[in-house]
């Protein structure tokens, strides 16, 4: 029921933005000096360069990483919970 409600969600297409470019070299390079893998890296930075508040995220490894990033990166469920869906 969780992903139907969640693929539903992005479906809907209500405050989603869809992110048609590369974020700045430097963005990704500051989160690859953060700790994060390099694909990892690239979803951190589009994140930033868009201004995003969140990701959500099943990854253990964004799940995990707080410090120095300008977002913060909940689970679906926890965006379920926040948009009272």
């Known amino acids: 029921q969780l992903g139907k409600k969640f693929f539903r969600l992005i479906a809907s297409g209500k405050n989603i933005a869809i992110l048609w470019g590369d ?3 430097e963005l ?6 953060l700790g994060f893998a390099e694909e990892d890296a690239l979803i951190a930075a589009a ?6 508040d969140f990701i959500i995220s099943e990854n253990r490894h964004f799940l995990q990483r707080k ?12 965006a379920l919970k926040l948009l009272k869906l």
Do not use: D, V, Y
Not at 28 to 33: S, T, V
Not at 67 to 78: P, R, V
């Open 23 to 25: 974020p700045p070299q």
């Open 28 to 33: 990704i390079e500051k989160h690859i000096a």
């Open 47 to 52: 994140a930033e360069w868009t201004g995003a």
């Open 67 to 78: 410090l120095g990033t300008t977002f913060q990166t909940i689970n679906a469920e926890t």
